[in-house]
């Protein structure tokens, strides 16, 4: 923890910036949905930073950096903290940069958009749907996330059914990041040199543009499909997928009694059927409704785009708002992120752990092909029970990306990640970015 002296140095050398040192609200600014993991919960939950800054341009981040580097103050960015494992939580407590007052579109065009990195996905969106574009993919989270956060913490969303994950090359085509250096620098990366910053939780850099590719807008139907067998509503989870005269936005499956937790849904989940939630754009809905039929699916609700806007859109019952929306009704339950790849590994877990592991698949794009992984729901009973699991699904050919760890390796890739730590070594030299959270610095200091 950074001494109270450097601390009082810091905030009387930034007192013109906007500065937050109101307790509640630093509490409020400290954390995200760690919670969501019975196993971060309790190493997360007393995490402070010792005080927020809310810079509104480029110039203001360049003051912070160097105060920070100045005095050897940890900082963390934090765009709007939805994220799932603690990657905004100040660990070594020192200095929360919240982005979001860093809102501007600088550019929109049709098929690109530079933005500072706190502008919120669907704020951005309303504005691109205007010239008739829309941002790629985007989280679940998307009314309130921002797009320099998805970037930092995320890794897909509705739309990844269309272009992958956000790590595929050319997702982000270019970044700007503050460096910690002693005299911050701006440095500008395009092209695969990205890679370095995408999904690194912010430790090494601080983004302060993006040039995000966008995608045609559709206007996109949400369709409840309803099986009376959980492969079956896999299968045409799977066919859609491949249905390329069909676009579509999202194909979320629950197995049942999964959508016992979509109460607002309830009047078109009839008990005992596994589902699936969709975002199909509206002229291709005679073709969809074939395939339903091939699938032996039963259509019991369908909303143009202009009657889904006036509720509660589908999205927020997919991706990760199924588990938010199971820990309503049973705060036991938690999730793994595991990628299946085939439906016989679906099959062959959905059999192996009946009343254990509840299946609930997103598919999207993996190098090329549709592929199905998934947010599985389970009840949390000991530690050692979640990692036999996990060990399981990986003996079995399944990849889990951890969500009960906030080390930036042990969630995803499981190793090193060379170019990101050669990155940091490059522009926080001394180690203030987000500390703790990326292990190949901390084994190297
Ligand atoms: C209910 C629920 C559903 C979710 N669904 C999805 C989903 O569908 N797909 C998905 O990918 N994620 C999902 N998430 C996780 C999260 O909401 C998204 O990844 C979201 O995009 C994060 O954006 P944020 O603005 O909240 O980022 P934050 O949580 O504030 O930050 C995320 C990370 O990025 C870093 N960061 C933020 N801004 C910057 C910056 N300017 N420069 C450098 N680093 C930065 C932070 O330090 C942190 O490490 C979900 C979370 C919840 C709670």
């Given at each position: 923890m950074p001494p109270a002296t450097a601390i009082n140095n810091l905030i009387n050398e930034l007192s013109h910036l906007e500065l937050i040192t109101d307790p509640v609200q630093i509490a409020k600014l400290s954390l995200d949905y760690y919670y969501f993991s019975p196993i971060l919960e309790p190493k997360l939950k007393e995490k402070r930073a010792d005080l927020v800054l809310r810079p509104q341009t480029e110039a203001e981040v360049i003051q912070i950096a160097k105060a920070c580097v100045k005095y050897k103050i940890p900082l963390t960015v934090r765009g709007a903290g939805t994220g799932n494992y603690g990657q905004c939580v100040p660990l070594a407590g020192g200095v929360v940069l919240d982005t979001t007052k860093m809102n501007r579109i600088i550019n929109l065009a049709k098929g690109i958009a530079t933005v500072e990195p706190g502008v919120k996905m669907a704020a951005f969106d309303k504005k691109a749907a205007k010239i008739g574009w829309e941002l790629r993919m985007a989280p679940s989270t998307y009314r309130t996330a921002t797009i320099g956060g998805f970037i930092g913490g995320g890794s897909g969303g509705m739309g990844s059914i269309n272009y992958?994950?956000?790590?595929?090359?050319?997702?982000?085509q270019g970044l700007r990041i503050v460096t910690l250096e002693d005299e911050p620098q701006i440095i500008e990366l395009r092209g695969d040199e990205v890679q370095q910053v995408n999904h690194a939780y912010g430790t090494n850099g601080i983004i302060t543009e993006l040039e995000m590719p966008l995608a045609p807008s559709y206007p996109w139907a949400e369709i409840i499909v309803t099986f009376d067998d959980f492969m079956q509503a896999a299968n045409f989870g799977q066919a859609l997928g491949n249905s390329d005269g069909i676009i579509k936005k999202l194909i979320s499956i629950h197995a049942w009694?999964?959508?016992?937790?979509?109460i607002p849904l309830k009047d078109y989940l009839p008990v005992n059927k596994s589902v699936a939630l969709l975002m199909v754009s509206e002229y291709d809905l005679e073709a969809l409704s074939d395939l339903v039929k091939e699938y032996s699916g039963d259509i019991t609700y369908r909303k143009t785009q202009k009657e889904a806007s006036k509720g509660t859109s589908l999205l927020e019952f997919t991706w990760n708002h199924t588990t938010l929306h199971a820990r309503s009704t049973d705060p036991r339950l938690t999730y793994l992120q595991t990628l299946y790849l085939t439906l016989e590994r679906v099959e062959h877990f959905y059999n192996h752990f009946p009343n254990e592991v509840m299946i609930h698949l997103e598919f999207f794009k993996f190098a090329g092909k549709v592929i199905p992984g998934g947010l599985p729901l389970l009840s949390f009973t000991s530690e050692a029970r979640l990692d036999e699991i996990i060990d399981y699904h990986e003996q079995q050919g399944a990849s889990i990306s951890n969500p009960?760890?906030?080390i930036l390796e042990d969630g995803g890739s499981k190793v090193i990640d060379p170019l990101q730590l050669a990155f940091k070594e490059r522009v926080d030299p001394y180690g203030l970015l987000n500390p703790q959270k990326m292990r190949g610095w901390d084994e190297k200091t």
């Open positions: 992958g994950v956000l790590r595929e090359r050319g997702n982000v009694p999964i959508p016992t937790y979509f009960h760890t906030y």
